[in-house]
């Protein structure tokens, strides 16, 4: 590979890097904003929300935008956002102006996350496209891992400022990456660019990606919501413990993230899809059967592992093929899919464990482990409907390749 290519996948991967990063750090610092703000729980919370609901609400726009005026100019501007409004965030002399500050850095990091998977096909070969997208897969994964053990650093050597300031120096060595090793593209600035939003969405295989893609993001984000309450409560562990065990999920995201991206390379993407969400349907039957630490940690990394193997293929089969004027959207409308899917996960999956257990600080162990079980057994349906949707899009795809090679013989 060549400098420029190299140089250009560390400036990605550094932007993916800080868009996870954003998300999970600021969780850590919390209740020290509370007390330094004197400020509810419910009030401080906002500093997660504005972040999430910023990226969620302006994705797929951002991604239209850098198909529009140029995705390398987009990134370098999302960049800049980002780390201006990382000095926002660590100057704040009041909460509101925190809430504000974060939900510019989301802006920042909506660009960052739709630039970053839309330009992989303007920086290496198709042929490489699936270990880059593990690649991105796995920063993405070391972003969210490292979140909460860095920030805890940070916030007790210099407190809650040093976790926004840490975005300015990475935000600008990854402008300056960009700057120098990204491809320049143009303006297209032409008469087909108001229907790019649309126009993607025709596609079936694109549809079923996007679905699948929410589908398996909202069992991941069971394992957020659910996890912490199961360990904490139903095994009664403390903090510290509960904090490496919810660790585990994304460092084997981490570790198997680029392995899954050369396999996509070298086989066929819907294949990998339907192997990965299989993987996940065993781990999510598994966990709705669990008891005890070992075997939970155990069924969690076959989950992540299977998600791994998942998110490789079905990112590679959605951004491979797209034409390089829509990449930009279809890149914003992929991240867009997995933050609803997300934010599904987080309402719909823990309304169901919430039904099981209504009351969590007074509830038993074995009500906890109750609606656990009955969580994942709900994950395990919306994993076989995504089976089902890849098994359909699969089945198409290859009626489609005989129907082709029918009339070449023809």
Not at 83 to 91: D, E, K, M, R
Not at 113 to 124: N, S
Not at 169 to 188: E, F, Q, W
Not at 285 to 298: F, H, K, M, N, R
């Given at each position: ?19 996870a990063?954003?998300?999970?750090i600021?969780?850590?610092g ?7 703000f004197?400020a509810?729980?419910h ?12 990226i969620?609400?302006?994705i797929?726009?951002?991604g ?6 140029g995705?390398?100019?987009l990134?370098l ?13 660590a ?7 925190l809430?504000?500050?974060?939900a510019?850095?989301?802006?920042g990091a909506?660009?960052m ?14 042929q ?6 593990g690649l991105?897969?796995t920063?993405?994964?070391l972003?969210t891992a ?18 926004f300031?840490?975005?300015m ?8 990456l ?8 143009a303006?297209?600035?032409d008469?087909?660019?108001?229907d ?6 025709r ?6 990606g ?5 589908l398996?993001?909202?069992?991941i984000m069971?394992?957020?919501v ?6 904490s409560?139903?095994l009664?562990?403390d ?8 660790a ?8 198997t993230?680029?392995p ?7 086989l066929d993407?819907?294949?990998l899809?339907?192997?990965?969400i ?6 999510a ?7 005890g630490?070992a075997?939970?940690?155990?069924a969690l990394m ?15 089969a959605?951004m491979?093929?797209?034409p390089?004027t829509?990449r930009?959207?279809?890149?914003g409308l ?5 933050n ?5 996960g ?5 309304a ?10 007074y509830?038993t ?11 994942f057994a ?25 129907t082709?090679?029918?009339k070449?013989?023809?």
């Amino acid at each position: 590979m060549q400098t420029s290519s190299r140089g250009g996948l560390v400036a990605l991967s550094l932007s993916m890097l800080l868009a996870a990063l954003g998300t999970s750090i600021a969780n850590v610092g919390l209740p020290s904003l509370a007390h330094a703000f004197a400020a509810s729980f419910h009030a401080v919370q906002w500093v997660v929300l504005a972040y999430l609901l910023a990226i969620t609400a302006v994705i797929v726009s951002a991604g239209r935008l850098g198909d529009y005026l140029g995705r390398r100019r987009l990134l370098l501007a999302g960049l800049l956002l980002f780390a201006l409004a990382s000095a926002g965030c660590a100057v704040s002399p009041s909460l509101p102006w925190l809430v504000g500050a974060r939900a510019l850095q989301g802006l920042g990091a909506a660009i960052m996350m739709a630039m970053t998977l839309g330009m992989v096909g303007d920086t290496v070969s198709k042929q490489n496209t699936g270990r880059v997208m593990g690649l991105l897969g796995t920063m993405s994964a070391l972003g969210t891992a490292m979140g909460p053990s860095l920030g805890g650093l940070l916030l007790s050597l210099w407190g809650w400022r040093a976790l926004f300031l840490i975005g300015m120096p990475l935000a600008g060595l990854a402008a300056v990456l960009a700057y120098r090793y990204l491809p320049v593209d143009a303006c297209r600035r032409d008469a087909s660019v108001p229907d790019t939003f649309w126009a993607p969405l025709r596609d079936a295989g694109l549809r079923a990606g996007l679905a699948m893609s929410a589908l398996v993001s909202a069992v991941i984000m069971a394992t957020f919501v659910v996890g912490p309450f199961y360990l904490s409560r139903g095994l009664g562990l403390d903090p510290a413990w509960m904090g490496l065990a919810m660790a585990v999920g994304p460092a084997v995201a981490a570790i198997t993230g680029i392995p899954a991206g050369y396999l996509t390379d070298r086989l066929d993407t819907w294949r990998l899809t339907l192997v990965g969400i299989g993987t996940m349907l065993c781990a999510a039957l598994w966990l709705s059967q669990v008891s005890g630490l070992a075997t939970y940690i155990a069924a969690l990394m076959v989950l992540t592992t299977g998600y791994s193997l998942f998110q490789a293929a079905n990112n590679t089969a959605v951004m491979r093929d797209v034409p390089s004027t829509r990449r930009g959207t279809v890149a914003g409308l992929l991240n867009l899919s997995r933050n609803l899917g997300l934010i599904f996960g987080a309402s719909a999956l823990g309304a169901v464990f919430a039904r099981s257990s209504p009351d969590v600080t007074y509830a038993t162990p074995l009500s906890v482990a109750a609606g656990l079980h009955n969580t994942f057994a709900a994950a395990a349906g919306l994993i076989l409907l995504a089976g089902v949707i890849a098994w359909n899009s699969a089945r198409k795809r290859a009626g489609s390749e005989q129907t082709n090679i029918d009339k070449l013989k023809s």
